[in-house]
């Protein structure tokens, strides 16, 4: 019951709903304690009480003292130390009449107490007024012990000590009243009483201390529960609104720019989550251009495939039927290239990501890579790869990851060997310039870029190169440039000046 409540709660709530069960939790217990120390303390004067009251029978049967006014006042007189740490006593005959009273006796009062409580009245201008006032006081406190120890001789209190309170303004009584058996017979009553006003005091400073400290608490749950909502919880819900406009692909833009500015864990988050949604957004966007570009790519050699096709049923020349044939074979040939390459690139984004970039060296791959290519080719075709490394001491260490560098120098050189004649060379240079750059080119003797504006070939499907029309899906040189970007370098393509031909330069940065 309690968890459903709570798991269905804004955090906030969640704060604010368990701390106010704590503070009930807490409010409860305080309150039994309240209600357990003032009787606690009551008990303590009560001990005392009936150690007077047992003092005070032991004393009236070993002197034999008779129950009347004079002996009881005597006995009063002359063992007043027996009743020192009280206030008043009050002997009481079988039909409840005072016999002797320490409030009439004409004694000192510090002979009955150790303490005097002097209470200042403001004192009529006519004395029998005063008078008049003061013997209804004093007749209706009279009333009211003779209707307490009535009830006392009525109740299954009797024949113990029994205690009360009587509480008026600024006044906190404690009294305990026993009836009296002397000399085996029932006698009367004797009651003892005292201010007990401390008890009253340690009560009400215990409970102003509660009272203080639950309104200090208090304050301080507003105030961490203001703080909590403003700096916290607030920009929260905004990262929460941001990601599910993202879900949503809502058009109501979410500022998250003093999120970021944060320095602390939260501003971390927003931070990565703004960076991680860029990018999965300009994947999103890429995915989709990719696809729209790859259709379009595919529509024009079915195209092609469906005209050739109608044709060739038609046609009865064996010369038109051969061309015929070998546009179906090109443009077979093209889907079949742009559908495998496109896998493969998808394969590679997907393996891109679970891939950890590390220190290694670009010279071991770069000789790798051209040695298999050697192997392969020479003999094929005698074109032959140089490879010209730039000594000097130079170490060529890049932060990288080796397969990627494999894959762009690989692709570099399967489009140089495409368009070379055969027994043509291919150079491939790995050199450091002048702004301390590691310098990887690969330059050939082929026909070289016929565009102006060479940044076009590393788009995705461009190709201007008809009569290779089924060897190339136009993704090889933009793979060659996604990866060059997720290494942090250049990638630019220019003519061989000395030669007829291609170059591709590719900057890396070094290692510091």
Partial sequence: MFSSIIKNLSILKK???????????????TIIYLNYVQPNLIKKKMSIHIEIINNTIQNLNRLNINFNKQDIKNFLSSKRFLFQSVDRVVFFDEDYQIIADTNTLDLDPRSFSQRIDVI????????????TQEEKL?????????????????????????????????????????????????????????????????????????????????????????????????????????????????????DLSNLIKRNDELGMLTHSLDEMTNELQKRVNTAENFSTDLVHEIRNPLASLKSASEILSETSNNSEKEKLVKILSHDVERIERLITDYSQMLKDEVAITQEQMKNIDLEEIIKSVVDDFNGIYYSKRGIKINLKVQKNGNKYFIKGIENRIEQVLANLL??????????????????????????????????GFKEKNTEKIFKRFYSNRPEKFGEHSGLGLNIVKNLVDLHGGIVNASNNKAKNGARIDIYFPTIN
Avoid at 415 to 425: P, V, Y
């Fill in 15 to 29: 704060f604010l709903f368990i701390n106010f069960i704590t503070f009930l939790f807490i409010g409860t217990l």
């Fill in 414 to 447: 399967e489009n140089s060997i495409s368009f070379s004649e055969d027994k043509k060379g291919i150079i491939v240079e790995l050199k450091k310039n002048k702004n301390n750059k590691i310098q990887l080119s690969v330059v050939d003797e082929g026909r």
């Fill in 120 to 131: 200042e009245f403001d004192v009529p201008t006519n004395s029998n007024e005063a008078s």
């Fill in 138 to 254: 004093n007749k209706k406190k009279k009333t009211e012990l003779i209707e307490r120890i009535s009830d006392y001789a009525l109740s299954t209190n009797f024949g113990k000590p029994f205690t009360f309170t009587t509480e008026s303004y600024q006044q906190f009584k404690l009294s305990t009243v026993k009836n009296l058996i002397i000399n085996d017979a029932p006698s009367g009553y004797l009651m003892i009483a005292e201010s007990a006003n401390e008890i009253k005091t340690a009560i009400n400073e215990r409970k102003t201390f509660v009272i203080r400290t639950a309104i200090f608490v208090g304050i301080v749950i507003f105030i961490f529960s203001l703080v909590l909502n403003r700096y916290f919880l607030k920009p929260i819900q905004n990262l929460v609104n941001f990601t599910q406009n993202i879900k949503e692909r809502s058009k109501k833009k979410i």
